[in-house]
């Protein structure tokens, strides 16, 4: 699995009270102990991938030099020797998307584009694209143009006008992690269903491409039992062909399944990564 | 999802001592509990199906009278509105199973039979399938003949005896809960692997039998992260049609992310039996 860790955004209120008072100690120890909770150079046989999800959710007039500043904290905090640590830039805009990786040291992720147009009118894949193109750097789509698809064809025809963006761009599909959207449950009792369908067909067509979404959006609508869904949909996704997530990496429950359905799926070669992370005291 | 409730075994210590000292009281607690867990009829549109597993765990000399005190302490508690409650008689014998289930006032599961044989040389399925055949008891059937089968062929040979057993004493599919055995994860890399393979072929010939395990099993030899070994094969077994677990139904984890997975593969009609556990405090 592949963790995209999600505690460094600016819609967390301690995280906006950091980025307004350019408070880096906070940004900085944040950045730490997800890269401490995902990965242990010393137990692990293989670190496991982490990418740091940097987004300052600010007025848009400031966005581009908040994100210098926060990508910049991150870098400091993360030691050279954590290779398996990178940073997503993530915004809104495809613009501020598109200029931000530069400040980066190490190839990351782009969080994201999609088939929505801005408000010059143009697709957010056409401004990112190009601009990764002669690089590294991965880039998550969503598959949505106007509004959330409603079905399974729908999504899937979003899908394959992302798909000829990332050929004309010459994005290789393996560099690309497709949010299908999971929808919240309680709104739509095929949520999962949905999602799962689009995940089967996706990598039939592509099996380089990697998969990715949140694990909090199942679970909208049903406080108190928010917890439970998500790990349920944590399971059920990974089944389904998910490999990456949008997750809290310092969540031991849910790091803590992860890690079980892959030793059970025989994906975690010898049990080491499970062992390392018990032996680690991460469960 | 149907729960096979664990808690009433001899072979826990607390459980044990109440068997040694008659003490009646803690049976009846104990049974009630679990059946108030999986079931609330004020808020369930469905009440979830729950046999209360009762086993004495006794020398043989002393267990089927040990059976009968236990069953008579559990069905005293458990009231008679409380129709979705009742028992499943647990003994490695099935001489000692085809006298015990009489003793109980309506049908529940005997658990269990496998193609081993007995002291006598009789196959356990000769025994309990006449026993029920003219009645409406299911029983669970352990896919074992001579220790744990090693591949997914061996199993599903001993699963074609066992259902040749049931056609010969006309026990219809859909009475019979089939237990592929799971092994422990930390014995064998592909324990899930083979355990979800069976699930499929035997749903495939048979839509209507259940298939059930243990929840614990595959999580030994992993000491300090047997729950998330335990949750993950919960919620990966149930994709793979497992459609009962011999579990603990006062485990608010495991029985949320029961609930869960339901809801998300919309085996949960609109949501009621997840919504409903919440208003109850399950979760």
Redesign the interface.
């Known amino acids: 699995m592949i963790i995209i860790g999600e505690k460094l955004n600016g819609a967390i209120p301690v995280v906006a009270q950091a980025i307004a008072k350019r408070d880096g100690e906070f940004i900085r120890q944040r950045a730490l102990a997800q890269a401490k909770a995902a990965q242990d150079e010393d137990y692990f046989e293989e670190p496991v991938p982490l990418y740091i999800d940097v987004c300052a959710s600010t007025d848009p007039s400031v966005e581009l030099e908040t994100l210098k500043w926060m990508i910049d904290e991150v870098q400091a905090a993360i030691p050279d020797e954590m290779d398996n640590v990178a940073i997503a830039v993530d915004s809104p805009s495809a613009s501020v998307c598109a200029e931000a990786f530069k400040f980066c040291k190490k190839p990351g992720i782009v969080n994201s584009v999609s088939m929505e147009k801005d408000a010059e009118g143009r697709i957010k894949t056409d401004i990112v694209f190009p601009a990764i193109a002669d690089t590294d750097w991965g880039c998550i789509a969503l598959l949505c143009e106007s509004g959330i698809p409603q079905s399974v064809e729908d999504r899937m025809q979003v899908f394959d006008k992302i798909m000829a963006k990332a050929k004309e761009y010459g994005i290789a599909p393996s560099r690309l992690y497709i949010d299908p959207l999971v929808e919240a449950?309680?709104t739509n009792?095929?949520?999962?269903?949905l999602f799962s369908e689009c995940c089967k067909r996706i990598k039939d067509q592509y099996p380089d491409i990697h998969l990715t979404s949140g694990l909090s959006n199942?679970s909208f609508g049903?406080p108190?039992?928010r917890?439970?869904?998500n790990?349920?949909?944590l399971?059920?996704a990974m089944?389904a062909g998910m490999d990456s997530a949008i997750v809290d990496p310092t969540n031991k429950?849910m790091v803590?399944?992860m890690?079980?359905?892959e030793?059970?799926?025989?994906q975690d070669e010898?049990?080491m990564n499970?062992?390392s992370?018990?032996r680690q005291g991460l469960?």
């Open positions: 449950a309680a009792q095929a949520a999962f269903t199942i049903f108190g039992f917890k439970p869904l790990m349920a949909f399971a059920l089944n429950d803590g399944l890690y079980a359905v030793l059970l799926k025989e010898d049990c499970y062992i992370a018990h469960l």
